[in-house]
C-alpha cells in the first residue's frame, strides 16, 4: 500500500458524496454536463487571500502568476482579489486583457520573449521583467519605433536558492534573470535611455513548505536589491518583486506552511529596510498556493478489472488533464496526490487499487497501491490539489482525448 496526499480542508460530505461549495460532486457533474471536469471554489480563493492578507504585512503586495491557473473565470475572480498579476507570455497577456484587468498591474517575465510580445506588452503599458540585454535593448528599440516609453525591470538570476524548493529556479547557470553582477549596467543603461525604470525581479524557487527556508530566502532576496540598487547608483529602488515559492501539501508527510512565521519575519525585515529599499513596492507573486488547493478534478469510473492479483480503477480522466498528479510534470519518484472515490466520500477504505486513466501509456496513473472505499463503474473519483498546473499544464490534445470540463462555484 502507498499513502495518498492529505485532502486540503474545507470539503464537506452531504448524503455521503464530496461536496464543494455546499453541492454534490453527482450534482457539479451533471450541471457540466459530465466528466472529466475540474471544478473550483471561490470560497477557496477567498479564504486563501483572507489568510495572505492577514498573515503578511499590509505592505506587502500580492501578485498573481498567472500561469498556475489561465481559465476565464478563475482569472476574472483573482482580479477582484489581488493587487497584480505576473505573465509569462503574450497569450497570457491577451488572457488578462480579456478578463478586464489593468495593464499597469500586469508584470511579464519569461526567457524568449518575442518582438510581437514586446510591442504588446510596451503599447499596453505592461512592467516587461528583462531577461537579457538582448531582450532589453530590443525593448527599447520598439519604445523608440512606437514614440513609447517602455516600463522595465531586470529580472536577476540570484546566486542563492530557495531551500527545499520543488522547482529551483535561481542558483548557478540559469536561463532566467541575468547574472548579479551583470545587472547593475543593464539598468544604468535603461535608466539613460529614457525608459520607465520598475526596478527588480528576484524570483528563487517553487513549492518550499519550509517557512525558515522562505524566510531566510526572503532576507537574502531583500540584502541582494540593496546592493544591486546602490550598485546602480540612482537613488532608491522604485519596485522590487521578491518572487514566491510558498508551496501547498500534495504529498503524504507534507506539513502546511506556517504563514504567519513568513509573515512575522517578513514585518521584522521590513522594520528596518535600508534607505535603498524604504519607499519601494514591494510584492510578491504567487500561483498554486492561491489556487492549488482550489481545484477537484473529477473523472468516472468506467471499468474495474484484476490483472496478477492487483486491481485497476480505470477511470475517463487522466495524465492529459493531470500531468502533475501522475507524477509527469517536474518529478523525480511518483508519489499519490490526495484522490478520493468522490461519490462515497463518506465510506470507509475497503481495498487496495491502482486507479488510471484512459490513456494507452504506463504513465497514466492518478494513485497507485492506494487504500480506497470500494468503487465500482460509474462511481467518481476526485483528484484534489488540482486548480493549479492542471488543466493548461497537461497535454490535453495527446490521444485525441481533448480538454476537460471547468466549472467554478
Ligand atoms: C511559475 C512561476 C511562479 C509561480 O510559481 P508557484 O509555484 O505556482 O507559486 C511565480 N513566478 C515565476 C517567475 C514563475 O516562473
Redesign the pocket.
Known amino acids: 500500500m502507498k499513502p495518498l496526499g492529505p485532502i486540503p480542508a474545507g470539503y464537506d460530505t452531504v448524503d455521503g458524496e464530496l461536496a464543494i461549495g455546499g453541492r454534490t460532486a453527482s450534482e457539479l457533474v451533471a450541471e457540466a454536463g459530465g466528466t472529466p471536469l475540474f471544478v473550483y471554489s471561490r470560497k477557496h480563493l477567498d479564504d486563501r487571500m483572507a489568510e495572505l492578507r492577514e498573515s503578511l504585512p499590509h505592505r506587502l503586495a500580492i501578485h498573481y ?1 498567472v ?2 491557473n489561465p481559465w476565464q473565470p478563475v482569472l476574472q475572480h483573482m482580479a477582484g482579489l489581488v493587487d497584480g498579476f ?1 505573465i ?1 507570455s503574450g497569450g497570457e497577456l491577451a488572457m488578462v486583457a480579456e478578463a478586464g484587468i489593468d495593464p499597469t498591474l500586469v508584470s511579464f ?1 519569461g526567457p524568449g520573449k518575442r518582438d510581437p510580445e514586446l510591442e504588446a506588452a510596451i503599447a499596453a503599458g505592461v512592467t516587461l521583467n528583462c531577461e537579457s540585454e538582448n531582450e532589453a535593448r530590443r525593448a527599447l528599440a520598439i519604445g523608440n519605433r512606437f514614440s513609447a516609453t517602455p516600463r522595465l525591470a531586470v529580472r536577476v538570476n540570484p546566486d542563492f536558492e530557495l531551500r527545499g524548493s520543488g ?1 529551483k ?1 535561481g542558483g548557478g547557470a540559469k536561463p532566467f534573470g541575468l547574472d548579479a553582477e551583470r545587472v547593475a549596467p543593464l539598468a544604468k543603461e535603461i535608466i539613460a535611455s529614457g525608459a520607465e525604470w520598475r526596478g527588480l525581479h528576484i ?1 528563487t524557487g ?2 518550499a513548505l519550509d517557512a525558515e527556508a522562505i524566510a531566510e530566502t526572503q532576507g537574502n532576496v531583500l540584502d541582494l536589491a540593496d546592493r544591486l540598487t546602490r550598485e546602480i547608483g540612482a537613488g532608491p529602488l522604485p519596485k522590487l518583486n521578491m ?5 501547498i501539501p500534495y504529498f503524504a508527510g507534507d506539513q502546511a506552511l506556517n504563514l504567519r512565521l513568513v509573515g512575522e519575519r517578513l514585518a521584522e525585515r521590513f522594520s528596518r529596510l535600508p534607505d535603498t529599499l524604504s519607499d519601494t513596492q514591494l510584492c510578491i ?5 492561491l489556487v492549488g488547493e482550489a481545484g477537484v478534478y473529477l473523472c468516472t469510473v468506467i471499468d474495474r478489472k484484476v490483472s496478477h492479483g492487483e486491481t485497476y480503477i480505470i477511470t475517463d480522466g487522466g495524465l492529459h488533464h493531470q500531468l502533475a498528479a501522475s507524477g509527469n510534470f517536474g518529478t523525480v519518484v511518483r508519489r499519490n496526490y490526495p484522490v478520493a472515490i468522490a461519490s462515497r466520500f463518506a465510506a470507509e477504505p475497503a481495498e487496495e487499487v491502482n486507479v488510471v486513466g484512459c490513456l494507452c501509456t504506463p504513465l497514466d496513473r492518478l494513485a497507485d497501491k492506494a487504500f480506497l472505499p470500494r468503487a465500482d463503474v460509474n462511481d467518481l473519483v476526485a483528484v484534489f490539489c488540482a486548480g ?2 492542471g488543466a493548461s499544464a497537461s497535454p490535453a490534445m495527446f490521444l485525441g482525448q481533448g480538454p476537460a470540463r471547468e466549472l467554478l462555484v
Do not use: I, N, P, V
Not at 507573486?285 to 498556493?289: I, M, V
Open positions: 502568476a500561469k498556475a505576473d509569462a517575465a522547482m529556479m524570483f517553487s513549492q518572487g514566491g515559492g510558498l508551496g507573486e504567487l500561483g498554486r498556493y493549479a498546473y
